[in-house]
T-cell receptor
Framework: NAGVTQTPKFRVLKTGQSMTLLCAQD?????MYWYRQDPGMGLRLIHY???????AKGEVPDGYNVSRLKKQNFLLGLESAAPSQTSVYFC????????????FGDGTRLSIL | GENVEQHPSTLSVQEGDSAVIKCTYS??????FPWYKQELGKGPQLIID?????GEKKDQRIAVTLNKTAKHFSLHITETQPEDSAVYFC???????????FGKGTSLLVT
C-alpha cells in the first residue's frame, strides 16, 4: 500500500514560473487536502476537496488553484510562483469529515528564487 | 476561526522520563482532537486522537487528556525513548467540519 504519494519530492522554480504538484491516494478516500508548512507556523490549509469534481478554499488559498478530476488525484497549481510560496507542501486524505483521521504524504519541498 | 495554541515549542527530556505537551483551543464547537508525530523529512503521522465525549484515551506509552470546560488537551508520553524524538502537532476540528486547525508544533528531543 502506497497510501498518499506526492510528486515531485523537490523542486526549484524561478519567480513567475508555473508548476503543478500532484497528490495520489490509493485508499479510496473521499476527502483530500493541501497544506503548506512553514517554520514556526505549523500546517495551514490551502484548499481541500470533499469529493471528485469539488474544491473549496482553506485558510491560505491566494496564489494557488486546485483540481480534483479523479477521486484518487488532487492537483495543486501555482500559476505565477512567488518567493513567499517557498514552503513544504503536504497532501492528505481521509474517508470523510467528522472524526476521520487524515493521512499525509511525505511532502514536496518547493523553493522559489 | 479556530485558534490552536501549543506549548512548549521545544522540549528536552532524559530517556525514561515523561513528556507533556499542552494545547488550548478557542472554538467551543471543536470536538475532535488528533495528535500527529512528524519525523525529519516525513509527513505527519497520526499517533492518537480523542473525541469530545471522552476525557482520556491511552495507547501503550501515549495518552491524551481533554478538558472541554477549560478548552485544553494534552499529550503525555511516558518512559520516553530516543525514537520518540520528533515534532509533535496537536489539532482541533468541528464535528461537521473537515478542516484541521493545527498548533505550531513541539520539537521533542529525548537524550
Amino acid at each position: 500500500n502506497a497510501g498518499v504519494t506526492q510528486t515531485p519530492k523537490f523542486r526549484v522554480l524561478k519567480t513567475g514560473q508555473s508548476m503543478t504538484l500532484l497528490c495520489a491516494q490509493d485508499m479510496n478516500h473521499e476527502y483530500m487536502y493541501w497544506y503548506r508548512q512553514d517554520p514556526g507556523m505549523g500546517l495551514r490549509l490551502i484548499h481541500y476537496s470533499v469529493g471528485e469534481g469539488t474544491t473549496a478554499k482553506g485558510e491560505v488559498p491566494d496564489g494557488y488553484n486546485v483540481s480534483r478530476l479523479k477521486k484518487q488525484n488532487f492537483l495543486l497549481g501555482l500559476e505565477s510562483a512567488a518567493p513567499s510560496q517557498t514552503s513544504v507542501y503536504f497532501c492528505a486524505s481521509s474517508w470523510g469529515g467528522s472524526y476521520q483521521p487524515q493521512h499525509f504524504g511525505d511532502g514536496t519541498r518547493l523553493s522559489i528564487l | 476561526g479556530e485558534n490552536v495554541e501549543q506549548h512548549p515549542s521545544t522540549l528536552s527530556v532524559q530517556e525514561g522520563d515523561s513528556a507533556v505537551i499542552k494545547c488550548t483551543y478557542s472554538d467551543s464547537a471543536s470536538n475532535y482532537f488528533p495528535w500527529y508525530k512528524q519525523e525529519l523529512g516525513k509527513g505527519p503521522q497520526l499517533i492518537i486522537d480523542i473525541r469530545s465525549n471522552v476525557g482520556e484515551k491511552k495507547d501503550q506509552r501515549i495518552a491524551v487528556t481533554l478538558n472541554k470546560t477549560a478548552k485544553h488537551f494534552s499529550l503525555h508520553i511516558t518512559e520516553t525513548q530516543p525514537e520518540d524524538s520528533a515534532v509533535y502537532f496537536c489539532a482541533a476540528s468541528r464535528d461537521s467540519g473537515y478542516a484541521l486547525n493545527f498548533g505550531k508544533g513541539t520539537s521533542l528531543l529525548v537524550t
